[in-house]
């Protein structure tokens, strides 16, 4: 008997770092019938259960495990125009309020935190009263403002993990207490109490020692880092609005005879609705009258457009660049090409491993390690007769010089300043979970039209028969196709004006659907179009024309005839040309150690010509392919072991962008793909691809070094902390001189360059 399954969503609340997500699929995946997937980026669960389980019973079990969930959003489509506020909810998991109250936490914190550092650094200011001040402002810091890191802490011990939330309130926690005791029972209360600058290593009675700074230094800085992720993460759901804001608005339906404009949600099955030239198509559908050319290449990367007579389909969104059509709906909605395609991009971001954060890796050691040597100096000391007071001065001086500023600065540092200069360069990094990926990346796939080339129509070369010359052929040629609209025949007019110069009027001008056009230059009879428009009025092409004809044919390229008073004169080669630069690219990206792949919607001449151009093998060559078959072709090298970068322009490459290990996105290119990547190229110029995945792999090295000494520096005071020997000043000059050693190891990221030519 086999068992129906269905597939549902959920909006996590409450996670606050990748190990929470591991520990929320976790769960899932030990309950019966259940497979499921938590991804932190996106914020969502997707969930696959059998019959006998209900949606309430997973958010149940969320619920128990410390987090919270909500049911399904609304459908990715809406019933109502795009932009609506139902739409933006839907996309977006994280709202606003909660992203304003994080940087209400950060203000206040960091204003409340500034005092207490520097009076604690700066002796000469320590007044006679100064550690009171001092705990009046740092108590709101380590209660209030570091709330999140005990809430999580909480929920990690529950279920005996342990994170960077741990590890924070932990270290917050003891300093604050201790120095709670040692103002209230110690003498560090007593009026004109200093802290001397003296780098001595000697046993001191912690009753007099206070923390305060550092309990409320480093909440302050992780709860700034925490702020920036997650004003990154906020666009997590931006992909798809964009998608959406790509389909037409509202449209102008035939009904009785009659042309009503309505709004996009009102269109049904059935309805027939008029597109006239450079307007939108409203949804999938079969024109039942007219002829045009369709710009379908948001959609299936095809460069050239599509000719379309009656009964040819169409899809909403395309962009109709010819004549008048009247067009059935076939598809509304949730069923249209893009609708599917949102929904693509949607499973890909879902699907996508979020890189688990270096820090928690290493608290998840690091934390067990700080706790037992504090227990263990407690009892050892305890053991030795050296009484409670000098136990628990070592003890809890161990869990305090545990919590490292420079951990809090690590991250955020040298990702400000890794960003930063990548903006100089025109390149945008989304957020540190992207960086992990770069330095796996083995395999780069590279998007055709747009990328690689240059994504418009272009006049390449032109043949004349003899006793003609290209001058000549240029511009009666130019002359007939500047009357059209057909982006062909504005790549011949475009590179006859360059070519030409100016050009001369064309009069009796005729359009010869699905086939080219006709007029009249300077007293001649003039036809420009396919090879079918002048075999139709039995002109032939002669030897020399038609051999250029079949090399550029075979050559991927578009074909334009061009006749004059019953001659064939000229055939002109169009096509989308290839970027000066992309062929210097591709030999930077092999050089980091990438495989190169092109992976068009074109035909396979037309791809095999680009890559031969550029330098990529024919066997690297995947043409002819739809957007979901492009996330498969990526899923498929994922399933081959490979990390995938990916680098698109396109809507049709938004789905395979957010579905990559790593996404690169030229921002000349659509929102939907420079929303569903990683890394956006500001220029587009595909050197910068080679550039951008430098330039986050030095930023992921500096974030990594930074990690390292953040923690040698702990690590190697912690003996002296288990000692007894922690002078209050040696701490803080250690704390000092580890943030200053980060921050300059990420102000290095400023030395960037771009590699030039």
Not at 296 to 306: D, F, I, K, N, R
Not at 311 to 329: I, K, M, S
Not at 357 to 374: G, H
Request: aromatic residues 4%; negative net charge; glycine residues 10%.
């Amino acid at each position: 008997m086999s068992t129906t399954t269905t597939t549902t969503e959920l909006t996590i609340g409450g996670m606050t770092c990748a190990s929470c997500a591991a520990r929320i699929e976790k769960k899932f995946n030990r309950m019966d019938g259940v497979e499921a997937t938590v991804n932190y980026a996106t914020e969502k669960a997707k969930i696959t259960f059998a019959d006998g389980i209900s949606v309430s019973d997973l958010i149940a079990t969320v619920e128990r495990t410390g987090y919270s969930a909500e049911p399904p959003a609304p459908p990715a489509i809406p019933e109502s125009p795009p932009g609506d506020a139902g739409t933006e909810s839907a996309a977006q998991p994280r709202t606003e309020p909660e992203l304003d109250a994080l940087r209400q936490r950060v203000l206040v914190s960091a204003l409340l935190s500034a005092p207490v550092v520097i009076l604690a650094m700066v002796p000469s200011l320590q007044f006679t009263y100064w550690q009171w001040l001092s705990l009046t402002l740092a108590a709101p810091v380590v209660v209030w403002g570091a709330a999140p890191f005990h809430r999580a802490a909480w929920t990690n011990a529950r279920h005996g993990a342990a994170t960077m939330d741990t590890l924070i309130s932990l270290g917050t926690t003891a300093a604050f207490l201790w120095s709670l005791w040692a103002l209230f029972f110690g003498h560090a209360g007593a009026p004109g109490m200093t802290h001397p600058f003296e780098l001595t290593i000697a046993r001191t009675d912690g009753a007099g020692n206070i923390y305060l700074e550092a309990a409320a230094g480093v909440t302050t800085f992780i709860l700034a880092g925490r702020y920036f992720e997650a004003r990154s993460k906020r666009t997590a759901g931006a992909a798809l609005r964009a998608l959406l804001e790509l389909g037409a608005k509202e449209v102008t339906v035939l009904r009785d005879g009659r042309e009503d404009t309505v709004p996009i949600n009102r269109l049904a099955v059935g309805d027939r609705f008029l597109v006239r030239p450079g307007e939108k198509i409203a949804t999938d559908g079969t024109v039942v009258e007219g002829a045009s050319a369709v710009d379908a290449s948001m959609l299936t990367g095809e460069s050239v457009p599509v000719e379309v007579t009656v009964g040819a389909p169409v899809a909403g969104a395309t962009l109709n660049a010819g004549g008048r059509l009247v067009v059935e709906a076939t598809r509304v909605g949730a069923d249209t090409q893009l609708a599917r395609m949102a929904k693509l991009v949607e499973d890909a971001q879902n699907g996508k491993a979020a890189a688990q954060r270096l820090a928690d890796r290493i608290s998840a050691v690091f934390v067990p390690i700080v706790i037992a040597l504090a227990l263990g100096t407690l009892g050892v000391w305890w053991a030795l007769g050296e009484g409670w007071t000098a136990a628990f001065t070592a003890a809890v001086a161990v869990l305090i010089i545990a919590c490292p500023c420079a951990l809090g600065l690590a991250t955020p540092t040298a990702l400000m300043v890794g960003t930063g200069r990548g903006a100089q360069l025109g390149i945008l990094i989304k957020g540190p979970e992207v960086l992990e990926n770069t330095h796996k990346a083995d395999t780069v796939v590279l998007d055709k039209t747009g990328t690689v080339t240059t994504g418009r129509m272009t006049l390449l070369a032109t043949h004349t028969a003899e006793g003609t010359t290209v001058f000549e052929a240029l511009r009666v040629a130019g002359a007939v196709e500047h009357a059209s609209e057909h982006p062909v025949a504005r790549a011949v007019a475009g590179g006859a004006t360059e070519q030409a110069g100016p050009l001369p009027v064309v009069t009796d001008f005729v359009n010869v659907p699905g086939l080219g056009v006709r007029g009249t230059v300077d007293g001649r009879d003039v036809l420009v179009g396919r090879a079918k428009l002048l075999a139709d009025r039995a002109i032939d092409l002669p030897p020399l024309l038609r051999k250029a004809q079949a090399e550029a044919e075979a050559a991927g390229r578009t074909v334009v005839t061009v006749a004059w008073d019953g001659e064939a004169r000229a055939v002109l080669e169009v096509a989308d040309a290839v970027k000066d630069t992309s062929a210097e690219a591709v030999g930077r990206l092999r050089a980091l150690g990438l495989t190169p792949i092109l992976l068009t919607g074109d035909n396979r001449a037309v791809a095999t010509a680009v890559a031969e151009e550029v330098g990529i093998p024919a066997e690297n060559v995947i043409a002819e392919v739809l957007p979901e078959d492009k996330v498969a072709e990526v899923k498929r090298l994922q399933a081959e072991g490979r990390t995938v970068a990916m680098v698109g322009d396109g809507v049709n490459d938004a789905a395979a962008l957010a579905q990559a290990d790593l996404g690169l996105a030229m921002g000349t290119g659509t929102d939907a793909a420079i929303e569903a990547g990683d890394l956006t190229l500001v220029r587009g110029d595909l050197r910068a691809a080679a550039d951008a995945i430098r330039l986050a792999r030095r930023t992921l090295g500096t974030i990594r070094s930074n990690l390292f000494w953040a923690f040698a520096y702990n690590v190697a005071a912690l003996p002296l902390a288990a000692a007894g020997l922690l002078n209050p000043m040696i701490a803080g000059a250690a704390m000092a001189f580890s943030s200053v050693f980060v921050v300059g190891n990420s102000l290095r990221l400023r030395g960037f360059q771009a590699k030039r030519p």
